[in-house]
């Protein structure tokens, strides 16, 4: 009986410890995912966009932040090296350490291919194009020849060839036809000697 009685109390000993064990190993993992996480402190995000990218930087360390640049892009009214735009924005709550992405002016302005459409389109399926391209349009300009037939196409008053690379939203001029017949000087000059031949004998 006295053997029995003590190999339960053993039982109950190892269950006792293994319950401990357990709950150990549960509290010892919440403590480590808290600290791990930071759970609950989170830092504001600080405005850095309009900033020079050397200076984001500064203040996105100071804040215990890191800064990345992912994107170069144009925009007219910034200086070159100016962040364009963050990521998370100015406000939102992050971790310590967090990475904000920016986009930053290149100063540069993209270039565009003028679409092949000289010679070679309707007017209105030139104006599509090329509108579509990020283009501008002035008004038309017409020449003798086929009723909305584009024979030409300017930049700055000047025809230029379909493939030719100049700044994105420049201006551009569609030289379209009119719809009058065009004069055949070669076949006019012909008659003319011809006639000319003829009343002269």
Do not use: C
């Amino acid at each position: 009986m006295a053997i029995k009685f003590k190999n339960i109390w053993r039982i109950v000993f190892h269950l006792f410890l293994m319950v401990v064990a357990v709950a150990l190993i549960i509290f010892g993992t919440f403590k480590w995912l808290h600290s791990y996480t930071n759970h609950g402190e989170h830092i504001e995000v600080p405005a850095v966009d309009g900033l020079v990218v050397e200076d984001a930087m500064i203040v996105l360390q100071n804040n215990s932040l890191a800064g990345e640049v992912t994107e170069y892009r144009y925009h007219k009214n910034m200086e070159e090296g100016t962040v364009i735009e963050q990521r998370p924005k100015q406000g939102a709550y992050v971790k310590e350490g967090r990475t904000i992405y920016l986009v930053v002016n290149s100063g540069k302005i993209p270039m565009k291919v003028v679409p092949d459409v000289a010679d070679n389109s309707s007017l209105r399926a030139a104006e599509t194009l090329l509108l579509g391209s990020g283009f501008k349009l002035t008004p038309h300009e017409y020449v003798d020849g086929d009723a909305d037939w584009v024979y030409e196409i300017k930049y700055n008053g000047k025809a230029i060839e379909s493939g030719t690379e100049i700044p994105e939203g420049s201006t551009l001029t569609i030289v379209a036809g009119n719809g009058n017949a065009v004069e055949d000087i070669e076949a006019a000059d012909s008659v003319t000697i011809i006639e000319s031949l003829f009343f002269n004998e």
